[in-house]
């Protein structure tokens, strides 16, 4: 199969070099981490460990029959254009928050959504590290069966990627949202770990938020319990304990956060009040607004 994965930061390199392994897969990133690759391939270190050579560029090939979207939630309207000129037959996103599969599907005819819980993280050019073995879930956005996802799955699998489709992916996605909704702005703000948020105050506003998330998923009509919600974080923050969350390395690093599609996007759909949401949200634009100054 001819895989396309649009976004080779961390979890995108290490999708594409497991799949590598089995298909021919085409990385789309930014120098100089597609320069190195192109160079000596691509290390994959960590859980597990091997060097694979995937095509690396930085513009789409002229075809796909499978594309990974990972980008950022912002990137998302670029990556469909991006994608429209390949016209791949699948397009799967593997990203956080809500939104990107509508943003994909105005401009590509067959849009999957996923979830990953495989750890990744990029230590330098031409390398990935495998901090974690996950999952990768796949299904039709608004759930029910899927041969698009049934076909996607059988490609990740073939690769030695844990793979499977669910057909309720709207909880899922949901249940993801809680997740980090609660995960992500609290160790962001407080500049810590996520193991900082198994007990004490920083868990109680992660929780409170997990469980505000939930309520406007019923709203939507997705049965997410709050107990669900905040089981799922503290599942999360016991097995990424020692990992830090990708807002907050954004945070530090003071680039643009995907607060707008994760905790905004609850606040946006949120019929009845959503406080712990929308001060997380507000308190994280207010850190982009400053950076520089």
């Not at 995108?12 to 190195?36: Q, W, Y």
């Not at 999952?135 to 076909?151: F, N």
């Amino acid at each position: 199969m001819e895989i396309l994965v649009f976004g080779a930061g961390s979890l995108g390199s290490l999708v594409g070099g497991f799949c590598a392994r089995e298909h021919h897969v085409t990385l789309v990133g930014r120098d100089p981490h597609v320069a190195a690759i192109r160079e000596s391939g691509l290390a994959v270190e960590g859980a597990v460990e091997f060097t694979t050579h995937p095509e690396a560029r930085t513009t789409v090939p002229d075809s796909a029959d499978l594309a990974l979207v990972t980008v950022k939630s912002f990137d998302t309207p670029a990556a469909g254009r991006a994608l429209a000129d390949c016209d791949p037959e699948i397009t799967c996103s593997l990203q956080n928050g809500l939104g990107n599969e509508e943003a994909l599907a105005a401009q590509l005819d067959t849009v999957l959504a996923g979830t990953c819980t495989y750890g990744a993280r990029r230590p330098a050019p031409g390398r990935v590290e495998c901090t974690g073995i996950g999952e990768i879930a796949l299904g039709a956005p608004d759930g029910g069966p899927s041969a698009a996802a049934e076909r996607a799955v059988k490609a990740l699998r073939s690769a030695g990627i844990d793979a499977m489709h669910d057909d309720g992916m709207p909880k899922r996605l949901w249940r993801k949202l809680a997740v980090n909704a609660g995960i992500n702005p609290t160790t962001a703000l407080a500049g810590v770990e996520n193991g900082a948020l198994a007990d004490g105050p920083l868990h109680d506003i992660a929780s409170e938020a997990a469980r505000e998330v939930a309520r406007v998923a019923r709203e939507q009509g997705v049965d997410l319990a709050e107990s669900e919600a905040v089981a799922a974080l503290e599942s999360v923050v016991e097995a990424t304990a020692r990992n830090t969350s990708s807002m907050a390395q954004d945070v530090e690093a003071g680039t643009k956060t995907e607060i707008d599609a994760i905790n905004g996007a609850v606040v946006d759909r949120a019929d009845d009040r959503v406080p712990v949401n929308r001060t997380l949200t507000a308190l994280v634009r207010a850190r982009e607004r400053g950076y520089g100054s």
